[in-house]
């Protein structure tokens, strides 16, 4: 089976930097993926890593350790607009995308 | 383009009823596939339609049913309502079969309530 860890809830301040891990357990992999969903919003794609290292896109980063089933989602300089959900997913090829269940980030003045 | 279009956006039924959602993907895209939000569950896989053909099901019961048209738009049924069934139904879009990256088209999704 397949399965995905991450934190229920990250709160941070406007301006700093937050980071959400994923680690995940899976028979297959091809590569880790990460959504942002605000309330009331469908998922958006923001990035997949199918290979060890450092994304960069624009604020957010995205990392994957494929020896220790880990990611993360860095966001710099955090603006109010950021509040939303974000959710990692696994990709193992054969088999649909698999979600996490999600981390609630609520960014504070 | 326009993006995936998910109708209707909010319904309510009661116990016992059925209900039909309905999904137009993106344009030239011919992987669809469903998911159900509820808070705290993130999204459970419900079905993936590529070329009319069920490629994968979820772990749901049978009252779960969907299909895939020609023209790559789906339909996904729920039957014998429940309460539990209430959550948020999303579909998303690919562009082909093949699942190299990690990027689904969603639509903003069907909020069904049972009562």
């Known amino acids: 089976g397949q399965s995905l860890e991450q934190p229920s809830e990250v709160t941070a301040v406007e301006g700093a930097v937050v980071q959400i891990n994923c680690t995940y357990q899976?028979?297959?992999?091809?590569?880790l993926s990460w959504y942002q969903q605000h309330d009331g919003g469908a998922p958006t794609f923001l990035s997949y890593?199918?290979?060890?290292g450092l994304e960069e896109t624009g604020r957010f980063s995205s990392f994957l350790s494929r020896s220790d089933s880990y990611g993360y989602l860095l966001l710099q300089e955090l603006q109010m607009k950021d509040s939303a959900s974000y959710f990692c997913?696994?990709?193992?090829?054969?088999?649909?995308?698999?979600f996490g269940k999600g981390t609630r980030l609520s960014v504070i003045a | 383009k326009a993006g995936v279009t998910q109708t209707p956006r909010y319904l309510i039924k009661t116990r016992g009823q059925q209900v039909t959602l309905s999904c137009s993907p993106i344009?030239?895209?011919?992987?669809v596939s469903w998911y159900q939000q509820t808070p705290g569950q993130g999204l459970q896989f419900l079905f993936e339609?590529?070329?009319?053909?069920?490629?994968n099901k979820g772990n749901f019961p049978g009252r779960f049913s969907g299909r895939q048209f020609s023209n790559s738009r789906s339909e996904m049924n729920v039957s014998t309502l429940e309460l539990g069934d209430s959550a948020l139904y999303l579909c998303?879009?690919?562009?082909?079969?093949?699942?190299?990256?990690?990027?689904?088209?969603f639509g903003e999704g069907s909020r069904l309530t049972v009562l």
């Open positions: 997913a696994v990709n193992s090829g054969n088999t649909p995308l698999v």
């Open positions: 344009s030239g895209h011919r992987s």
């Open positions: 890593n199918a290979l060890d």
């Open positions: 899976t028979s297959g992999f091809y590569g």
């Open positions: 339609y590529f070329s009319e053909t069920q490629r």
């Open positions: 998303a879009s690919r562009p082909t079969g093949t699942r190299s990256g990690g990027e689904l088209f």
